[in-house]
């Protein structure tokens, strides 16, 4: 896909008559994506937009290096979001809001997976001030896996974790705050297992 999807509302169904699809620097908006029969939504290192959408499955941000996806009015996860490939160094990013518009929140039940790489991460590209600079990762939300960092672009960013953060694979390191200067705020559960790491700023 490489140009816009206005759902207007409604739902788009992936599935075994459509297979997956990949974004090729396109932007789906306004709407609900629904997978099925093993169709996914595939981010590329040619980029791609999400506006005001809920995804219902998974979203891969793992095929090839960069492979990275820009984020606006938040997302709603019901499924997993894989950033790089877990058995290779094939890295992914995701970006949340940018320098004039605020991150939004990762919220619904799914799950973020980190793959084998160090470049993995997720990014609060907002530069806005107070609560529109914060990018909040929900209640229902899991972040785990092996290598990955969550992290803000600009100094005024701060980013809140309501949901869970677990380093549970041996060997990895997951990075909260990476750039050292990022204000975060824990309300939910960080936990470390299965020999891995996990660094968090100190207030």
């Not at 001030?129 to 896996?145: E, H, L």
């Not at 990895?172 to 700023?201: E, K, M």
């Amino acid at each position: 896909l490489g140009g816009t999807l206005d759902l207007q509302g409604s739902t788009w169904n992936l599935n075994a008559a459509t297979g997956s699809w990949s974004l090729l620097g396109g932007t789906v908006k306004n709407g609900t994506i629904t997978e099925t029969a093993g169709a996914l939504l595939i981010a590329t290192n040619s980029g791609g937009v999400l506006t005001g959408i809920t995804v219902n499955g998974d979203l891969d941000v793992s095929r090839s290096n960069n492979s990275n996806i820009r984020i606006y009015g938040g997302l709603v996860l019901n499924g997993s979001l894989l950033i790089g490939d877990a058995a290779s160094t094939t890295y992914g990013r995701v970006y949340f809001g940018d320098s004039s518009t605020a991150p939004g929140s990762l919220t619904g039940t799914g799950t973020v997976v980190f793959g084998g790489s160090t470049f993995n991460f997720i990014q609060n590209s907002s530069n806005l001030t107070g609560a529109s600079g914060t990018f909040t990762i929900g209640p229902n939300i899991t972040v785990r896996g092996k290598n990955g960092t969550i992290y803000n672009t600009f100094n005024n960013g701060s980013l809140v974790n309501q949901g869970t953060i677990s380093a549970d694979t041996a060997g990895g390191t997951i990075i909260v705050g990476g750039d050292g200067t990022s204000a975060f705020t824990n309300t939910g559960t960080i936990n470390v297992q299965n020999g891995g790491r996990l660094n968090v700023p100190v207030s």
